[in-house]
């Protein structure tokens, strides 16, 4: 079946170093992308999404990019926090009304 | 911005017993609303569809007698685990889609079933 996954499963960074998280999508037809930050025992929190007209969008610290040739899409986090540590999904919504296709998640560790 | 409530964040139950959780839209009324179940360190699987008025639908591998849901209102949807065993211990979330096409959905915060 189609998914979306991820290339790796941790990434550990040094406090003020940039982070780059990558997603490998493999539904051509999704046309809306969400990058999602969830912390132990909670839910899922939106990041920054972006639309498949598009192939940058920033947001505060973050940026997404999104590359329709190669279906991949990554998540750039600037000068990362130890707040930031977290797993990461990618998300796409393959049709409209349906529910989110998570992505396996990347476990970012920052270190101080 | 509209929130989605779920309760209760920790339930621990004994094996065969059954438990529920809820899921309520709290400002703004949802006509569906999506299961998700993540074990650890896994990513969110959907579990189901609830839709109100009608039948949920259940993803291939699903068990709708098991994992019985219910969506009563337009802002109240339940999902009740019945006769739990240990392998149902997970986290349960659920997601109130957008309310335009291609915005972020809503998440409640999450259920940690322990069955003991």
């Known amino acids: 079946g189609e998914s979306v996954g991820l290339h790796l499963p941790t990434l550990s960074v040094q406090e003020g170093d940039n982070s780059i998280i990558n997603c490998a999508y493999s539904?051509?037809?999704?046309?809306?992308f969400i990058w999602y930050k969830q912390e132990s025992g909670k839910g899922p929190q939106f990041i920054i999404d972006?639309?498949?007209?598009?192939d940058k969008r920033q947001g505060q610290r973050v940026t997404v990019l999104l590359n329709k040739t190669v279906k991949h899409l990554s998540l750039q986090i600037a000068a990362t926090q130890p707040g930031d540590s977290a797993v990461y999904f990618c998300?796409?919504?393959?049709?409209?009304?349906?529910?989110?296709?998570f992505g396996k998640g990347t476990t970012l560790s920052v270190s101080s | 911005g509209a929130v989605v409530s779920q309760h209760p964040s920790r339930v621990i139950c004994k094996s065969g017993t059954s438990v529920k959780i809820e899921c309520r839209s709290l400002?703004?009324?949802?006509?569906?609303m999506f299961w998700y179940r993540q074990f650890p360190k896994q990513s969110l699987m959907l579990m189901a569809t609830s839709n109100e008025g009608s039948k949920a639908t259940y993803e291939q591998g699903v068990e709708k007698d098991k994992f019985l849901i219910n969506h009563a209102s337009l802002t109240l949807s339940t999902l009740t685990v019945t006769s739990a065993h240990p392998e149902d211990s997970s986290f349960y979330i659920c997601?109130?889609?957008?309310?335009?096409?291609?915005?972020?959905?809503?998440f409640g915060q999450g259920t940690r079933l322990t069955v003991v």
């Open positions: 998300a796409e919504n393959g049709q409209a009304g349906t529910a989110l296709i």
């Open positions: 539904n051509s037809a999704s046309d809306y």
């Open positions: 400002d703004f009324q949802a006509t569906t």
């Open positions: 972006i639309r498949s007209n598009m």
């Open positions: 997601s109130a889609p957008p309310r335009t096409m291609n915005t972020e959905a809503f």
